[in-house]
Nanobody, 119 residues
Framework: QVQLVESGGGSVQPGGSLRLSCAAS????????MAWYRQAPGKERELVAQ?????????NYADPVKGRFTISRDNAKNTVYLQMNSLKPEDTAVYYC???????????WGKGTLVTVSS
């Protein structure tokens, strides 16, 4: 099983930036997608950004974050990043890392990291 550890959350003022990291360890073979989800208080968990582990690293983003957030990965470090710019108060949430391994049909989650955007 893969273990996921997120880092980089914190408090920032509107318009600021944060970079989240998620390091995967353990059984990391067969990873098909790496993604970031978020869950705001009183709301359901939602997909923020996803990257498909292919030669061209295809990405897709939720509409509210397009143009502001960038997902990327470092294959050598088994790490996925989320660069968040122009943060808004509505981006406040717990952000979760997610990995899907097609080889095992397994969906794994990190414990989450809190991002607070407030003046």
């Amino acid at each position: 099983q893969v273990q996921l550890v997120e880092s980089g959350g914190g408090s920032v003022q509107p318009g600021g930036s944060l970079r989240l990291s998620c390091a995967a360890s353990g059984r990391v073979d067969g990873i098909h997608t790496m993604a970031w989800y978020r869950q705001a208080p009183g709301k359901e968990r939602e997909l923020v950004a996803q990257i498909t582990v292919t030669s061209d690293d295809r990405t897709n983003y939720a509409d509210p974050v397009k143009g502001r957030f960038t997902i990327s990965r470092d294959n050598a470090k088994n790490t996925v990043y989320l660069q968040m710019n122009s943060l808004k108060p509505e981006d406040t949430a717990v952000y979760y890392c997610n990995v899907y391994q097609w080889k095992y049909g397994m969906n794994s989650w990190g414990k989450g990291t809190l991002v607070t955007v407030s003046s």
